[in-house]
């Protein structure tokens, strides 16, 4: 069956850095686009980045753009996200989730929660 397994949350000071990754398996992971979805404390669900099967194009949310950067191995079935600079407002619990082909998220992680604090 599907499974996403993120990892590498944890409490980081503002400036800092983290690398998010989430283990893939039970199908194709190569032949999928994956995103990032984050929901802070007390706050709907935000899409953070996506990127196609290839690993060839990525997006973000404005409010990440230069600071999280999405990649993958598809050879390890592994979705990354390195995040740096991070702010207070990038604390949140960070989900993977597999996008179908009419690009609509069908299979999620359990998510990995990101705290930024002094």
């Known amino acids: 069956q599907v499974q996403l397994v993120e990892s590498g949350g944890g409490l980081v000071q503002p400036g800092g850095s983290l690398r998010l990754s989430c283990a893939a398996s039970g199908f194709t992971f190569s032949t999928y686009d994956m995103s990032w979805v984050r929901q802070a404390p007390g706050k709907g669900l935000e899409w953070v980045s996506d990127?196609?099967?290839?690993?060839?194009?990525?997006y973000y949310t404005n409010a990440v753009k230069g600071r999280l950067t999405i990649s993958r191995d598809n050879a390890k079935n592994v979705l990354y996200l390195q995040m740096n600079s991070l702010k207070p407002e990038d604390t949140a619990t960070y989900y993977c989730?597999?996008?179908?082909?009419?690009?609509?998220?069908?299979?999620w992680g359990q998510g990995t929660q990101v705290s930024v604090s002094s």
């Open positions: 989730a597999r996008l179908n082909r009419n690009l609509a998220f069908d299979y």
């Open positions: 990127i196609n099967s290839g690993g060839g194009s990525t």
